[in-house]
């Protein structure tokens, strides 16, 4: 719900924040606007857990371009699975996605 009440404002991204009246913003989301704001200027003070189980594990590329060939891009995410840790794909819960 929060989520698509941020979207109806045109927030999408947590950088559209910073640019947000902040009275719309409370009136959109009530009292996550301020945690929201204080994120959108890089504010965090919850504290790291550095030695926490994994999660996930993955891996990721940037391409200087869009790809739009489908054969070229079932090739790349192939090999870039290759390359997630073993244990990790076994353990795997979620296929991939990709952005």
Do not use: N, Q, Y
């Not at 991204?13 to 989301?29: F, G, K, P």
């Not at 003070?45 to 200087?64: H, I, L, M």
């Amino acid at each position: 719900m929060t989520a698509r009440r941020l979207r109806s404002m045109g927030l999408a991204r947590l950088v559209d924040v910073r640019t947000a009246e902040s009275a719309a913003l409370a009136e959109a989301v009530g009292s996550h606007a301020e945690w929201l704001i204080r994120l959108s200027r890089g504010i965090d003070d919850r504290g790291v857990e550095p030695d926490r189980p994994r999660k996930s594990a993955g891996t990721e590329r940037t391409f200087a371009a869009d790809r739009l060939d489908l054969a070229g891009i079932r090739t790349d995410v192939a090999e870039m699975a290759g390359k997630v840790p073993r244990g990790s794909r076994a353990r795997a819960c979620s296929p991939a996605r990709s952005r």
